[in-house]
Nanobody, 124 residues
Framework: EVQLVESGGGLVQPGGSLRLSCAAS????????MSWIRQAPGKGPEWVAA????????EYSDSVKDRFTISRNNDNNTLYLQANNLKTEDTAMYYC?????????????????WGQGIQVTVSS
C-alpha cells in the first residue's frame, strides 16, 4: 500500500522559509518520479515541482521557480521541498505525489497516490 506522509508545514511570515518533507513507503521509491502539488482554498490543484527517480532532473512552475527547491533522498525514501522567500499567495495545502512518469503537471500523478497534505500559511 502506497503511503505518503507530509510534514514541516505551518505558519510563516512573508519572506520566510519552510522545508516540507514527505516520508514514502509501500513502493520502490527510487523507481518513481515525484511531485509537489498545492491547492489553495476555493481553487483547483496547482502543480509546483517535479523530480525524477534518480534525482538529477527537476522542473518548477513559473510561480515558484528560483524560490523553491525539490529534492529527494532515496536512501531514506524521503521527498523534500525547500520553500524560500514565501509569499502570501503560496498559502495552500501542499501534497506530495507519486507519479507514473516525470512530467511538468499533475495529470501524470493519480490523485489516489497523493499524501494527505500539509497546510502552509504565509501571513504577517
Amino acid at each position: 500500500e502506497v503511503q505518503l506522509v507530509e510534514s514541516g508545514g505551518g505558519l510563516v511570515q512573508p519572506g520566510g522559509s519552510l522545508r516540507l518533507s514527505c516520508a514514502a513507503s509501500g513502493f520502490a521509491f527510487s523507481n518513481y518520479a515525484m511531485s509537489w502539488i498545492r491547492q489553495a482554498p476555493g481553487k483547483g490543484p496547482e502543480w509546483v515541482a517535479a523530480i525524477n527517480g534518480i534525482g538529477y532532473r527537476t522542473e518548477y512552475s513559473d510561480s515558484v521557480k528560483d524560490r523553491f527547491t525539490i529534492s529527494r533522498n532515496n536512501d531514506n525514501n524521503t521527498l523534500y521541498l525547500q520553500a524560500n522567500n514565501l509569499k502570501t499567495e503560496d498559502t495552500a495545502m501542499y501534497y506530495c505525489a507519486k507519479c507514473r512518469f516525470f512530467c511538468s503537471g499533475y495529470n501524470c500523478c493519480p490523485q489516489n497516490s497523493w499524501g494527505q497534505g500539509i497546510q502552509v500559511t504565509v501571513s504577517s
